[in-house]
C-alpha cells in the first residue's frame, strides 16, 4: 500500500466526514420542519391581527360616521331656517349614505334600519326618490320593517296622483300576506327544524310508548307540512306573477325625460319629465340607458344615472 501523503485525509475519515455532513443536513431539515409550523402560525396570526385590527378601525370609522348623521339630522329638525333645515337633511343623507357602503365594503350586513334613517334624512330633504328607494332597500332586507312600510307608503302620496306607485297588486299582497311575514329562506330554516323535532318526538315516542309524545311529534310534522306548503306557494307566487321576479327601480333625479329611444336626441314618450320617486321595472340595458316600464304599461329610456335599481 502506498504511503499516505501528509495532510491527505484517508479513505475511513472520508467517509465519517460524509457522514457527518449528511447527518448535519438531516438536523438541519428536521430543526427547520420543526419551526416551520411555528413561523407559519406566527405569519397567520400577524395578518390575523392586522386584518382584525383593520376591522376594528372601519367599524368605529362606520360608527363615527352614523353619530354624524344622526347629529346632523338632530341639528336640522332645530334649524328654523327652511334653506339651512333642507342643507342639513340632505348632508344627514350623505352620512348616512356613506355609512351604508363603508358597511358594505367591510363585508358586513346593512341593518334595514340604517336604510329606513337614510330614507327618513332624504324625505325630510324632500328628495322623495332617495327616500322612496331607500324604503325600498330596507324591506328587501327585512319585509316585517313597520316604519319602513308604513314611510313609504307615506312617501308615495307625495308624488302626482298620474305617475304614483300602481297598487294593482293589493289583492295580491292580501292574499299572500304571509310574504311579510316570513322570507322564503326562514320558512326552510323553520320547516328543518320542525322536521328534526317532529323525527324526534316520534321515535321516542313510538320505541318508549309515550302517547303524549307521538301525538306531539305529529302535530310538529303538521306544522311542518304547513310551512313546507308556504314555502311552495310563495316560490309558485313568484313564478306566476312575473312583475316580482323582474328587477325594478326607482328614478332618484328631478324632471327625468323618459325617451322613446336610448338617445339623448330622441323624442319623449311624456308630455311632462318624470318626477323623482317614480317607481317602474327595468326592462333592459344598454350601455348608459335602461328602458323601464312605468305602472300605466308605457316604456321608454333613461339614463342610468336617474334611476336606482331595487332587487326584490
Not at 484517508?10 to 419551526?35: H, I, K, P, T
Request: hydrophobic share 45%.
Amino acid at each position: 500500500m502506498a504511503e499516505q501523503d501528509e495532510g491527505q485525509l484517508s479513505m475511513e475519515q472520508v467517509l465519517v466526514f460524509q457522514a457527518a455532513s449528511r447527518a448535519r443536513d438531516v438536523g438541519m431539515f428536521l430543526l427547520n420542519g420543526a419551526f416551520a409550523p411555528i413561523e407559519c402560525a406566527g405569519t397567520v396570526g400577524a395578518v390575523f391581527l392586522l386584518l382584525l385590527s383593520v376591522g376594528i378601525v372601519s367599524a368605529a370609522d362606520r360608527r363615527e360616521t352614523i353619530q354624524k348623521a344622526i347629529d346632523e339630522y338632530s341639528a336640522a329638525m332645530e334649524t328654523k331656517d327652511r334653506d339651512a333645515r333642507l342643507l342639513k337633511f340632505r348632508r344627514a343623507e350623505q352620512l348616512f349614505r356613506q355609512a351604508i357602503e363603508r358597511e358594505g365594503q367591510g363585508g358586513g350586513v346593512v341593518s334595514s334600519g340604517l336604510y329606513v334613517n337614510l330614507g327618513n334624512a332624504a324625505l325630510q330633504g324632500e328628495r322623495f326618490g332617495p327616500a322612496i328607494a331607500a324604503y325600498r332597500h330596507a324591506l328587501c332586507l327585512n319585509p316585517r320593517d313597520v316604519a319602513a312600510r308604513q314611510n313609504l307608503a307615506y312617501a308615495r302620496t307625495l308624488l302626482p296622483k298620474w305617475i304614483r306607485h300602481d297598487q294593482s297588486h293589493s289583492l295580491i299582497d292580501s292574499f299572500f300576506f304571509w310574504r311579510s311575514w316570513l322570507t322564503r329562506g326562514e320558512i326552510l330554516i323553520y320547516g328543518a327544524v320542525g322536521f328534526a323535532l317532529a323525527s324526534l318526538l316520534l321515535a321516542i315516542g313510538v320505541a318508549w310508548g309515550y302517547p303524549v309524545v307521538r301525538n306531539l311529534g305529529f302535530l310538529s310534522l303538521l306544522v311542518w307540512f304547513l310551512l313546507m306548503l308556504v314555502w311552495g306557494g310563495h316560490t309558485l307566487f313568484l313564478l306566476w306573477n312575473s312583475d316580482w321576479r323582474q328587477n325594478r327601480g326607482v328614478v332618484i333625479t328631478q324632471e327625468t325625460v323618459l325617451h322613446v329611444a336610448n338617445s339623448e336626441n330622441s323624442a319623449s314618450s311624456l308630455v311632462k319629465p318624470l318626477p323623482s320617486g317614480v317607481e317602474a321595472l327595468l326592462i333592459e340595458q344598454r350601455d348608459r340607458w335602461s328602458e323601464i316600464g312605468l305602472p300605466s304599461g308605457l316604456t321608454g329610456w333613461v339614463p342610468n344615472t336617474t334611476i336606482e335599481r331595487i332587487e326584490d
